[in-house]
Each structure stands twice: as structure tokens, then as C-alpha cells.
């Protein structure tokens, strides 16, 4: 393989499920969820349509896409389709003290690049941020503890003569980035949804390699990596008030109202 790019991917509750499917144990300090499957993060999954792009472009059996999960009991389903649009292995780390609201964002990033450092591999691509905590530092984390160069919010990534090419999303546009192999991008939802798998696409992929760990295997510690204590945590207080203006004519109405919003300074 003449190319090798890891792709993180986070397992998150479903994002798009209803708001009462999550509530705040604030005893625990947990965010609890009620019925509601994993999925892929939506921004992993940008980073693994950013991947396949590439993979596309060189050509057949120029490039390997690992994808790289971790968590506490991760769902086979899941891996599995997003190894079916493209990928060609998965490796996952799983263990009961994984769960992914006990792990802070330097933890997660030391035990990921305790796995990178024993594969082969010239790019790494990780989501902007994950959907479920919204922290963006995993990546950069990653990036840090290899001592590789990174590039962050990608809306575009190209790989040429062992360098990568990258258009970074800014408020008012975008500027390009290179940087030499290997390195670290972080990709954000513009450059586009991940295509979704042919039914036969998924059954393949049953036969692919898949590579399980667990924390003894590389060697991971949770103890002294934590860096951050959570204090507390809530759901945000909500407060509604309703005022009715009165008045005699639509005219009188519509003069009060605006009084009123200008009091209150909306206008």
C-alpha cells in the first residue's frame, strides 16, 4: 500500500433522536440516555468520506483506510457499515472502564495514539469534534502526542508527493494548508455527508480484517492520564414568561407592543 490513513471514529448516542431521550443525573454528573442506538458520529463520518476521496483519487490499492473505534461495548453494526462504504480494516479498543462520559479528552487522545503508534500509517483523519461532548481536542490531542503536524476544520484534503493539501474552512472563506507527511487533519461537516453502503457493500464486509483490543494490549492507564474533574453538571434552565398588551384598537395594540419590546430592549 503505497498510502495509510487511519480514521478515528466515535460510537455517539444518536443525535438526531428526540430531546427527551437525554436527561442530567446531577448527582452522578452523567447525561443519561434512554433508548436511543449508537451511531457513527456525523463528523467522524466526514472525515471518512474525506478518506474514500482520497482512496479514490490514487487508484486501486494505493491506499488503506483503517478505521479506529474505541469505547466501552461498541456496536458491530455500526463499524461494520461505515467499513462497508470504503474502509478496508477496523481495529477497536473496547473494556469496561472505557465508557466514553468516564474518559476526558487527554485520556482519549493518550490511549488513541498508544494504538497509532503501533500501526502503519502516513495520515490520521479525526471529525472537527464529536457530537456528544462537542470538546474538539481529541484530534489535536492525537497530533500533540506523535509529535506530527495538524490541521484543523478541513473542508477539503488532497495527499501529493508525500504532502497534504488542505483547504481550512475560516468565517469569511477558506485558506490552504500543506503540511508533510505524516500528519493530522480534522475535518468538518462541509466537505460533505459520508455516501451511504450497497446492502451487498455490508455483507463484504464481514470478511474484511477486523482487529479487536483491550487496554492491556497497548498498554493504556486511565488512572494517571485524567486531567480533567468534572464539578457538575445540568440541563439549561429554561424560562418563559408570557405578557399580554392590551388595547382597544390594532393601532393602540401595535404602539404598546412596540413600546413594550423597546423596554425590554429587543428593538
Not at 9 to 15: E, R
Not at 78 to 88: H, I, Y
Amino acid at each position: 500500500m503505497g498510502l495509510n490513513i487511519i480514521v478515528c471514529l466515535k460510537l455517539v448516542p444518536d443525535p438526531e433522536g428526540p430531546a427527551d431521550s437525554f436527561t442530567v443525573d446531577q448527582a452522578s454528573r452523567r447525561v443519561v440516555v434512554h433508548g436511543l442506538p449508537p451511531v457513527a458520529n456525523p463528523y467522524d463520518e466526514n472525515a471518512l468520506e474525506a478518506a474514500i476521496r482520497i482512496k479514490e483519487a490514487a487508484g486501486d490499492g494505493e491506499v488503506k483506510i483503517t478505521l479506529l473505534s474505541m469505547g466501552r461495548s461498541l456496536s458491530k453494526a455500526v463499524m461494520l457499515k461505515a467499513l462497508a462504504t470504503g474502509a478496508d480494516e477496523y481495529v477497536t479498543v473496547e473494556g469496561e472502564q472505557l465508557e466514553a462520559q468516564e474518559l476526558d479528552s487527554y485520556t482519549t487522545a493518550t490511549l488513541l495514539a498508544s494504538v497509532i503508534r503501533g500501526l502503519d500509517y502516513d495520515l490520521v483523519l479525526t471529525g472537527r469534534q464529536a457530537a456528544d461532548t462537542n470538546s474538539g481536542q481529541v484530534g489535536l490531542g492525537i497530533a500533540g502526542l506523535l509529535g506530527i503536524p495538524a490541521v484543523t476544520v478541513a473542508q477539503k484534503v488532497e495527499v501529493s508527493g508525500g504532502m497534504v493539501r488542505v483547504e481550512r474552512v475560516l468565517p469569511d472563506g477558506f485558506e490552504t494548508v500543506e503540511a508533510p507527511l505524516p500528519a493530522l487533519v480534522t475535518v468538518s461537516h462541509e466537505i460533505g455527508d459520508l455516501r451511504y453502503p450497497a446492502l451487498a457493500a455490508i455483507k463484504a464486509a464481514k470478511q474484511l480484517p477486523q482487529k479487536s483490543l483491550s487496554l492491556s494490549d497497548i498498554n493504556g492507564e486511565l488512572a494517571s492520564t485524567g486531567l480533567v474533574e468534572r464539578m457538575g453538571l445540568a440541563a439549561p434552565s429554561r424560562e418563559r414568561a408570557c405578557v399580554m398588551v392590551g388595547a382597544d384598537t390594532g393601532e393602540e395594540a401595535g404602539r404598546a407592543l412596540a413600546e413594550r419590546l423597546h423596554a425590554d430592549r429587543v428593538l
